[in-house]
Protein backbone atom coordinates (compact mmCIF):
# COMPACT_ATOMS: atom_id res chain seq x y z
CA UNK A 1 0.00 0.00 0.00
CA UNK A 2 1.41 3.31 -0.84
CA UNK A 3 1.96 5.79 2.66
CA UNK A 4 0.69 8.90 2.25
CA UNK A 5 3.50 11.29 3.09
CA UNK A 6 3.53 14.61 3.38
CA UNK A 7 4.02 15.53 -0.25
CA UNK A 8 1.58 13.39 -1.34
CA UNK A 9 -1.34 15.36 0.69
CA UNK A 10 0.33 18.40 -0.56
CA UNK A 11 -0.01 17.05 -4.30
CA UNK A 12 -3.73 16.58 -3.64
CA UNK A 13 -4.20 19.73 -2.08
CA UNK A 14 -2.16 20.88 -5.10
CA UNK A 15 -4.46 19.29 -7.76
CA UNK A 16 -7.64 20.58 -5.72
CA UNK A 17 -6.41 23.91 -6.22
CA UNK A 18 -5.78 23.38 -9.91
CA UNK A 19 -9.02 22.21 -10.61
CA UNK A 20 -11.28 24.44 -8.57
CA UNK A 21 -9.46 27.47 -8.38
CA UNK A 22 -9.16 30.42 -11.69
CA UNK A 23 -6.27 31.75 -9.69
CA UNK A 24 -2.89 32.09 -11.66
CA UNK A 25 -0.01 29.85 -10.37
CA UNK A 26 1.55 32.39 -8.00
CA UNK A 27 -1.65 32.90 -6.00
CA UNK A 28 -2.11 29.20 -5.42
CA UNK A 29 1.66 29.39 -4.28
CA UNK A 30 0.85 31.93 -2.00
CA UNK A 31 -2.70 30.24 -0.60
CA UNK A 32 -0.40 26.79 -0.41
CA UNK A 33 2.33 29.14 0.98
CA UNK A 34 4.56 27.58 -1.01
CA UNK A 35 7.25 29.14 -3.87
CA UNK A 36 6.26 28.98 -7.05
CA UNK A 37 8.65 26.89 -7.83
CA UNK A 38 7.74 24.29 -5.28
CA UNK A 39 4.29 24.30 -7.07
CA UNK A 40 6.04 24.08 -10.24
CA UNK A 41 8.14 20.92 -9.13
CA UNK A 42 4.17 19.37 -7.38
CA UNK A 43 2.57 19.92 -10.76
CA UNK A 44 5.54 18.10 -12.95
CA UNK A 45 5.24 15.06 -10.38
CA UNK A 46 0.99 14.92 -10.37
CA UNK A 47 2.05 15.45 -14.41
CA UNK A 48 4.75 12.57 -14.30
CA UNK A 49 1.77 10.14 -12.45
CA UNK A 50 -0.85 11.23 -14.61
CA UNK A 51 1.09 11.14 -17.95
CA UNK A 52 0.07 14.73 -18.32
CA UNK A 53 2.24 17.79 -19.40
CA UNK A 54 -0.12 20.67 -18.42
CA UNK A 55 -2.33 22.07 -15.92
CA UNK A 56 -5.04 21.69 -18.44
CA UNK A 57 -4.01 18.02 -19.06
CA UNK A 58 -4.52 17.63 -14.96
CA UNK A 59 -7.93 18.99 -14.84
CA UNK A 60 -8.88 16.69 -18.26
CA UNK A 61 -7.41 13.66 -16.80
CA UNK A 62 -8.84 13.86 -13.29
CA UNK A 63 -12.35 14.37 -14.91
CA UNK A 64 -11.98 11.49 -17.33
CA UNK A 65 -10.84 9.53 -14.16
CA UNK A 66 -13.79 10.88 -12.44
CA UNK A 67 -16.54 9.65 -14.90
CA UNK A 68 -14.35 6.23 -15.07
CA UNK A 69 -15.45 5.48 -11.38
CA UNK A 70 -19.32 6.13 -12.45
Known sequence: ALEASGSQEQEQEVL????LSD???Q???DSLFVSRAMLYRHVSVLNEKTGTRSRIGLIQFYYNWEEDKK
Open 16 to 19: QLLL
Open 27 to 29: EIA
Open 23 to 25: DGM
